[in-house]
C-alpha cells in the first residue's frame, strides 16, 4: 500500500526586526537649561584662555576644609593704549592677598592689591531655588569702582536672573528650555548712567557630542559659536563675532587637548592673533603654566610663565 506522505509545513516568514519607535518626548518634564549668561562657556574654555605675560605665581594654603589664603605675585608689562598700531608697554610688578571661604551655600572671595585695590564675590543659596551672586572691585581712582549683584532663579525647565548695578544698572534674563537639547531666551537692560538700554536673544542647542549657540542683541552685537567634542579629550571650537554698527567682524578657530598630565589650549582668528596655553601638572598640587599670544596685525608678542602651588 501506498505510504501518503503529509504535505510540508508552512515554513514561517523569517522575523521583521521591530521598528524602533522614537523616543516620545516628555515636554512637562524638561532639563533645567545652563545659566543665561553661560551659553558659550565650552566656546569660551577653548577661544578665551586665561593668557598673560610676564611671571605668575599662585600660592595657595589651606587653614581647614572651608577657610583658605592665597598669594599671587605678578611681574610683567602692563599695556597703555597708543596713536600708533603698536600699545605701549611699561613694566609692573604687584602682589595680591586672597581670603577665600567655602561652604555648600555660603562661598566667599576676597583679594587686596598693593595698587590698593579691593575685590570681592559672594555667591549665597538663600533657597534651595533662589541664589545671591555679588560682585564688587573698589578703586582708588574716582568712577573705577564697580559693584554688581545678581539674584538667580532656578525653576523646573527654565532659569532667570535679574541684576542691580552701581550707575543706575537694571537687567534681567530668562532662558527657558524649549526641547530636551534646544533653549531659547532673551534679556533686557537699562544703564541709566550712560542712557542707554538693550534687548537681546540667545539660543543654544546641545547634544553630547556638539554645542551650537547663537546671540544677537539690539548694541550690535551678533555672536555664534559651535564646539565639536571629537572625543572625551579633544574639542574643537569655532565663533564668529559680527557689530552690524561698526561693521567689524572676528572669526576664531581653537583647541582644547587633555592629555594625562597636561591640558592645551589654543586658538587662532582673522584678524591674525594666535595664541597659546598650556597647563602641566608637575607633582600633586604644583602646576607649571606657559602663555604665548602673537599679534601679526600689532606686531604684538607677548610670552609668560607661571607656577600654581596649592595643597
Not at 518626548?25 to 566656546?43: F, G, K, S, W
Not at 573698589?138 to 545678581?150: I, R
Not at 548695578?165 to 537694571?170: M, Q, V
Amino acid at each position: 500500500m501506498a505510504t501518503v506522505v503529509p504535505p510540508a509545513a508552512a515554513t514561517p516568514p523569517a522575523s521583521q526586526p521591530a521598528a524602533v519607535e522614537p523616543e516620545k518626548v516628555d515636554y512637562l518634564n524638561l532639563p533645567c537649561p545652563i545659566p543665561y549668561e553661560e551659553i558659550h562657556r565650552e566656546a569660551l574654555m577653548s577661544l578665551k584662555p586665561e593668557l598673560f605675560e610676564g611671571l605668575r605665581f599662585d600660592f595657595t594654603k589651606g587653614l581647614n576644609q572651608k577657610f583658605s589664603l592665597s598669594h599671587s605675585v605678578f611681574m610683567g608689562p602692563t599695556e597703555f593704549p597708543a596713536q600708533s598700531n603698536e600699545p605701549i608697554k611699561i613694566p609692573t610688578a604687584h602682589y595680591e592677598f586672597g581670603a577665600n571661604f567655602i561652604d555648600p551655600k555660603l562661598m566667599l572671595f576676597g583679594r587686596v592689591l598693593t595698587d590698593g585695590r579691593v575685590n570681592a564675590r559672594v555667591k549665597c543659596d538663600l533657597s534651595e531655588n533662589l541664589t545671591l551672586k555679588a560682585n564688587a572691585q573698589l578703586a582708588n581712582e574716582p568712577h573705577m569702582s564697580h559693584v554688581m549683584a545678581n539674584f538667580d532663579y532656578k525653576g523646573k525647565d527654565y532659569r532667570t536672573q535679574f541684576q542691580l548695578g552701581n550707575g543706575a544698572l537694571f537687567g534681567a534674563n530668562y532662558i527657558q528650555n524649549v526641547t530636551p537639547n534646544l533653549s531659547l531666551g532673551g534679556e533686557v537692560f537699562w544703564a541709566g548712567q550712560h542712557r542707554k538700554s538693550g534687548i537681546g536673544y540667545a539660543a543654544r542647542y546641545n547634544t553630547d557630542k556638539m554645542v551650537a549657540t547663537g546671540q544677537v542683541a539690539s548694541t550690535g552685537m551678533v555672536a555664534l559659536s559651535y564646539v565639536q567634542k571629537v572625543s572625551e579629550k579633544v574639542s574643537l571650537a569655532a565663533d564668529y563675532m559680527y557689530n552690524y554698527m561698526s561693521k567689524d567682524a572676528t572669526a576664531s578657530f581653537g583647541y582644547d587637548y587633555i592629555l594625562r598630565q597636561c591640558r592645551l589650549r589654543g586658538k587662532i582668528d582673522s584678524n591674525g592673533c594666535v595664541a597659546a596655553f598650556m597647563e602641566e601638572r608637575l607633582n600633586m598640587g604644583l602646576n607649571f603654566i606657559l602663555s604665548a599670544e602673537i599679534d601679526h596685525s600689532k606686531k604684538d608678542y607677548k610670552f609668560g610663565f607661571g607656577l600654581t602651588v596649592g595643597e
